[in-house]
């Protein structure tokens, strides 16, 4: 699914690349919205196999920066860069364990979205009002403090479905996106931890176009 996802980006932009005329435009949008993150957490030790589940609510706000391209038949296909970190969430534990096991401590993580890009297009419906597809590229980047081992990061591919309306050079958008499912195992130490995780998001987008 992954190599398929891939394909249709890279596909996506050199259509976008290859139909490039006067229309082109760039400017900056300011988002404010919701993720939703399940997670569940996995034990590797011989003394210890269990799980632990959490869901996370976290709004945020924040900015990208767009350029797109606006074709004859009034379908717009852009490109967005989001420079700020998105939090998913964070959390902390404090265990205790018999000295034999050297598994007391505390354990704290927190995971962020970094360099989201979105390849999107733009579908006229209606008057002013359109329908949003869009494509998203990210890594989510894990911090973390465990007593013997951490985790890394990972790169994950997005969809995105939304609705907007266009009022000269300004849009307003309202978006859900639902990404891959992310996995993470643990290196260093003696521990084979790893930890799953389901993000959505829903986001109001305001733009400006230059």
Known sequence: MKNIIRILFC???LVWTSNLKAEVSYGIALQAGQVSTDGTETEG????????TKSIDERFVGADLFIENTLANGYTVGLSYVPLDIELGSG????????AENDAGTRKA?????????LY????ISGDY????????ATVSTSETLPNSKYGDEDIFGGQIGFGMKSGNIKYEVAYSDFEDISISSSGGDNNNSVSADADAITFRL????
């Open 11 to 13: 596909s996506a932009i």
């Open 207 to 210: 733009s400006y176009g230059f």
């Open 45 to 52: 030790t011989a003394a210890d196999t269990s799980t632990r």
């Open 110 to 118: 927190s995971a962020d979205v970094e360099d989201l890009i979105t």
């Open 92 to 99: 902390s534990r404090t265990d205790t364990a018999a000295v």
């Open 121 to 124: 297009t733009n579908i006229p």
């Open 130 to 137: 359109y329908a949003l597809f869009g494509i998203h590229h």
